[in-house]
């Protein structure tokens, strides 16, 4: 049974940080490649970061760029997503996904609020 299971979210104030993680099961993560997604209320989801599956090479939205890090361990089958400076803009829900071809696994997403 394949999942994706994302924590980490929570209520910021504007200026910190939080560190996303997404646990894979059920699937050979360490041939997918892994992406960050967030779905702000009212807007569409959006790419926010990717990695490869070897971890070589990362790409990231314009908007999160020198921001945001991903990172994945496929030791732990894990990818990460350290989000610093965070903005109010930032407030989203964000989702995990692997991707390898046209198979594409989703997580349920976890939270963030930025917001003093």
């Known amino acids: 049974q394949v999942q994706l299971v994302e924590s980490g979210g929570g209520l910021v104030q504007p200026g910190g940080s939080l560190r996303l993680s997404c646990v894979a099961s059920g699937f050979t993560f360490s041939t997918y490649r892994m992406r960050w997604y967030r779905q702000a209320p009212g807007k569409e989801r959006e790419l926010v970061a990717g990695i490869t599956s070897a971890g070589g090479s990362t790409n990231y939205a314009d908007s999160v760029k020198g921001r945001f890090h991903i990172s994945r361990d496929n030791a732990e089958n894990t990818v990460y997503l350290q989000m610093n400076s965070l903005k109010p803009e930032d407030t989203a829900v964000y989702y995990c996904?692997?991707?390898?071809?046209?198979?594409?696994?989703w997580g349920k997403g976890t939270p963030v609020t930025v917001s003093s």
């Open positions: 996904n692997a991707a390898y071809f046209v198979i594409n696994y």
